[in-house]
Nanobody
């Protein structure tokens, strides 16, 4: 049974940092690309970052480039999202998902995800 479990969300002040973790089970992470997505109240889901299978190419949406870093620990079947310089606009429920990410000319990515986690809340507020 495929399962993705996120953790690491919380409340921080602007400028703070959080590290989200996504532990996968039921498949090996080098089978799929793993992406982080977020959805704020009243807004559509947004692709934040993705790390590919194999060579592990990374992609970021423009809003987080330079502040967020995605990484993968295949031995632990875990993908991390290090978030620095958090802003109030980063407040959302963050989800990880497994599937396929395709590079977009802007440096971001298209995606087709097959499996989703339950989400973890990130709140950035003073």
């Amino acid at each position: 049974q495929v399962q993705l479990v996120e953790s690491g969300g919380g409340s921080v002040q602007p400028g703070g940092s959080l590290r989200l973790s996504c532990v996968a089970s039921g498949f090996t992470e080098d089978t799929y690309s793993i992406g982080w997505f977020r959805q704020a109240p009243g807004k559509e889901r947004e692709g934040v970052s993705c790390i590919g299978s194999g060579e592990g190419h990374t992609y970021y949406t423009k809003a987080v480039k330079g502040r967020f870093t995605i990484s993968r620990d295949d031995a632990e079947n875990t993908v991390y999202l290090q978030m620095n310089g958090l802003e109030s606009e980063d407040t959302a429920v963050y989800y990880c998902a497994a599937g396929d990410c395709i590079p977009h000319p802007s440096g971001s990515f298209y995606y087709t995800m097959n499996f989703w986690g339950q989400g973890t809340q990130v709140t950035v507020s003073s």
